[in-house]
């Protein structure tokens, strides 16, 4: 499956944004999916995570209740609703997409992940 993460782009400190995630070659239901990110001199880290049929959503401590992810089988799209973003958000956000039958136990582990599309970069100004 081909991966590409859109919506990124400059928003003040407190604003929200939308980014999504849009699958090819194969339908995104068969596929656990996540969110990473990477800023800048830092390593890649999880952000979000949701398994294919939609019933379970994990979340890093660092974004729990500020982000949400969702998807749309139907448009073979992934979102992640960003709200109340803060400067250390500020990262390049990609989406990866895995259909381990472990997800509920390794969701965080980048190396979870067989797909990874190009990312999109979030900047939060003050």
């Known amino acids: 499956v081909q991966l590409q993460a859109s919506g990124g782009g400059l928003v003040m400190a407190g604003d929200s944004l939308k980014v999504s995630c849009l699958a090819s070659g194969r339908a995104i239901r068969n596929y656990h999916m996540g969110w990473f990110r990477q800023a800048p001199g830092k390593g890649r880290e999880f952000v979000a995570g949701i398994r294919r049929s939609g019933d379970a959503t994990y979340y890093a401590d660092y974004v729990k209740g500020r982000f949400t992810i969702s998807r749309l089988n139907s448009e073979n799209t992934v979102y992640l609703q960003m709200n109340n973003l803060k400067l250390e958000d500020t990262a390049v956000y990609y989406c990866?997409?895995?259909?381990?039958?472990?997800?509920?136990?390794?969701?965080?582990?980048?190396?979870?992940?067989?797909?990874w599309g190009k990312g999109t970069l979030v900047t939060v100004s003050s």
């Open positions: 990866a997409a895995t259909s381990t039958a472990s997800y509920s136990s390794y969701y965080y582990n980048d190396g979870t992940y067989v797909s």
